[in-house]
């Protein structure tokens, strides 16, 4: 009898066994920690937690570093949106992957057999869900649900098409356009025309294929943006999750598009900073007088062949050249644009704090590349200087990241996603297939523990490329960057140097590859790149 129903329990715990290991797999899969990445588009230092401007208020980007962690020296792989978001989004330096440009990113051999950090949490038994601007205009199929498509505007209409702000004068209207042509504040239109149609102004946003007209009536009776949608339909799926105890674990990215050009936001916002007392950034004069970029963009070594230059140059003209003026109104309207931003991370911080996710969710908050704002009179991306390449990076990790603490070591967005796996506990490969490639980067989970320490298994200086538009890239034929703790090195692709010792001069004013005192630091500094990137 005691030997039958010994028996009986053995065949009951063994019919029972992979029903209970399913459970403890899904309550384990529940016990994950949530993550959400919030992506601005263009942020450069002008946050309060990085003092790049000291006028700026950004109240709940401050509120989110108290409780985490900034890193104060974290660097784009390549200071442009799609190979930028192309390579931290997959965790694969420019140089691995061969995506230098704005080719579609799923067409690199290497970039399409390596998951995405989306699909490979998606892989992983997470919910995947993003909108806006996350991969440059493409991605959709990545995630397990997406919202709202890439929108850049507002825009203004003239009738015919897309067009610069009704505010912004010619040359700078006329030489870049509806894009990088256009700031100002977004308000009623009165009966404003086009100078070039003759026909009144409306406002319009939607995605490239679709565009619809936008409502603008008074602050408290028009359409929302495109980032106050991102940020409202980030917050109902944030509290439906909090309203769910038994809901999967969940990868959110949101994509704001501001501070992205055009520079067009509600008047509100460009209240906050009177133009009369807007502070313009320290500029040496012929700053850009020792410096080589202009070298590989114009067989002539003509500055003004490079956009960044055009760019300064055209604001300056649309303003009869009151070089002051210009850069406060084009500041005004960025610092306005952070802001913006600034109230919808707040919306989002708020619907976590306030729930049961507050303890269980990772919050990273990043852009995928910095602006220069006037410095060596270059107003524009796209650089290997520090203005281009810094990103603002602050991790919340809850039960792992030091509240209020800062990390002064140079780190890449290529460390993002092993982060994130050591983190969730994720596996580390995210090849699909052996076409592809395992990860570049290196965790920071140390960093975020102990972030006064600076130990951790990466680099010592951060690698940046630099996008020059090509048929075909050689890895070895391009121009890099490489920013250590105390120095920045940059090798253009026709073999000149730009050395800075960011320690004395954090502007990076001085160029002392000209100066022979310091051979053998520029010596190094050369074979440390040359052996991080591929051979010819």
Known sequence: MIRSLSVNLFILLCLSTPAIALENNNQI???KPNVILLVCDDLNDYVEPFGGHPQVKTPNIKRMAESGVSFKQAHCTIPICNPSRAS??????????????????DGYEVLKNSRT??????????HSLGTG???HNRGEQEWSEFGNLVDYGPFAYNGEKTAAHPWNKSPFRDDFGAIDGSFGPLFKLTGEKSPVTGRPFTWRTGN?????????????????TADEMNGAWAVEKLKAFAADPDSKPFFMGVGFIRPHTPLIVPQEYFDRFPLESIELPLIKEDDAADTFKHTITSKEDDRSADRGNKIYDSLIASFDGDRELALKKFIQAYLASVASVDDQIGLILDAV?????????????TSDHGWGMGEKDYLYKNSLWQESTRVPLVIRAPGVSKAGAAADVPVSLVDLFPTLNDLCGLPFDTMKNEKGRPLDGHSLKSLLAAPEKGEWEGPDAALTALYKWAKEYDPAQQNYSLRFKDWRYIRYQNGMEELYHTAEDPKEWTNLALNPEYAEQLATCRAKLLARIPKP
């Open 117 to 126: 950090m989306m699909d490979h949490f998606r892989q992983n038994g997470y």
């Open 29 to 31: 899969a529940r016990r």
């Open 88 to 105: 931290f989004l997959t965790g694969l330096y420019p140089h691995t992957s061969t995506c230098y440009g704005f080719e579609k990113w």
């Open 208 to 224: 490239w294929k679709k565009m619809h007209e936008l409502r603008y009536e008074a602050e408290s009776d028009r359409d929302p």
């Open 133 to 135: 601007k996350i991969m």
């Open 353 to 365: 704090d306030h729930s049961r996710l507050k303890d269980n969710t990772i919050i990273i908050l």
